[in-house]
DNA sequence: GCATACCAACTTGTATACAAACAGGTGTGC
DNA sequence: GCACACCTGTTTGTATACAAGTTGGTATGC
């Protein structure tokens, strides 16, 4: 009865929503860019249709705006914006920690991750990207493993929304080792149920990545927008 | 009914959102119950365009859910859910009133607070309805003095979510009268940074509204299962 | 040369038409 | 009487047509 299949692949309005999502993420769609439905639906080979639903569920993510029967566009890079989701993501994640700790046995995920983090350093990844999916999945599961579906709900939709600017984290060699570092010890500390040193090395460890990414975040929107040619635009 | 003076908002899909929402609220549309696209299209008038921009609204924030092409359903009750919902919302609130507490003056937002709640007892308002939703706007208030914008949105559509079986706490006197206590309580704890206490006592306070609401909850949805002549649907 | 009024093209909002797929009933074969 | 295939109506997904309003350019008056 409650076997219904689930068929992504059909869904024209979901791979416009991606597609769109991940143009925004690429700098294809630059902040403060405008468009039409039509321009869209004639790129994607669609109709309107679809592309509307997907712009209206980008517009709730607050990707996009549209303006009354004059365009859509894409939201304009807001720095306090993102310094507001990661104040938000630290709140949920301190939170989460100390449920945890709160709990007598480990959960499953706390254990899955200290498989994952806790290892020597000869095991550890080094590849960039990998790792800054490996860091979104750090964090959403520590929240996971608190067992509050809804908070790892709004902690995952955070995660989304940040990872724009957040995939700049892990360019340079010192960060993936910091990282590392500061995961097996939160972890650690966890274990020990040492509630207020866990908060505390958590909230040092969104800090120093949220300062990293401020400064490369300023730079990469320049260079963006140097290549498409287009001149910055400050009035 | 209600003589709310009707917008010309030029947006169906707005309007149509909003009624359906009311009707979830109100039990019109029972939860489990099953419904098509044209059948709201055809009660509200319109066409199945905006009725489907409203259901897909209403899908993201999880009143409804879709079927493959097979019909819409409103999503049956579910207690962990707003168990949950409860949780997050505490959450937010406790870290809320520690950013309160840590700015130095009292932000306008607090100054409002303390002028609508530490009142005398003669000039408290009585009226069950009135005071749900000034409750719901005290523990809004308190997250949007925080000065985080994003996490008072997300506070917000919590608030949103929970309103359905919130509004229920407000039925008898003696909590009309510990509301103002509470409220006030926490208020003056807050103003004198007591951190600790002001967080303990918000703690308890959301607490006690959840308890009341547990046991009217259940009461109210059998009512509603009854009147509508369906029977109990415990698999 | 400048300001203003008007028009035409474009944009979103809404309605309708069509396509694909599922569900449930019905008839047929046994 | 029962099982199974087919058919028909209903449902969502998508495309297209139409309505209403905004915008920007152009022509005209001064």
């Known amino acids: 009865m ?5 068929k992504k692949s059909s869904n024209l309005a979901d791979r416009i929503y991606q597609q769109l999502k991940s143009d925004i993420f690429d700098f294809r769609l630059m902040p403060g860019d ?6 869209i639906a004639e790129r994607m080979g669609a109709s309107r249709t679809p592309v509307r639903e997907a712009l209206f569920r980008l517009q ?4 996009v705006d549209v303006l009354f029967r004059s365009g859509w566009q894409v939201k304009p890079f807001d720095f306090d914006y993102f310094e507001e989701l990661y104040d938000v993501r630290t709140i949920l994640e301190c939170a989460a920690v100390r449920k945890i700790c709160e709990q007598e046995n480990n959960s499953p995920k706390l254990d899955d991750l200290i ?9 550890r990844l080094e590849d960039g990207n990998t790792l800054s ?4 999945r750090f964090h959403e599961m520590l929240v996971e493993a608190a067992g509050n579906t809804e908070m790892a709900r709004i902690h995952h939709d955070l ?5 724009i600017i957040r995939r700049l984290d892990f360019t340079k060699p010192p960060r993936i080792d910091a990282t590392y570092q500061e995961h097996s010890s939160i972890l650690e500390a966890i274990q ?5 040193q866990a908060q505390i090395q958590l909230r040092a460890h969104i800090e120093s990545s949220r300062n990293e990414v401020r400064k490369i975040t300023l730079h990469m929107l320049h260079e963006a927008r140097m290549h498409s040619g287009k001149a910055d635009n400050d009035d």
């Open 34 to 39: 405008r468009f039409s439905e039509n321009e």
């Open 133 to 136: 999916r490996l860091d979104e």
């Open 2 to 6: 409650k076997a219904h299949k689930e």
């Open 159 to 163: 995660t989304e929304r940040l990872r």
């Open 192 to 196: 020990h149920r040492r509630c207020e």
């Open 115 to 123: 498989r994952i983090w806790c290892v020597p350093e000869s095991e």
């Open 60 to 63: 709730r993510e607050s990707y």
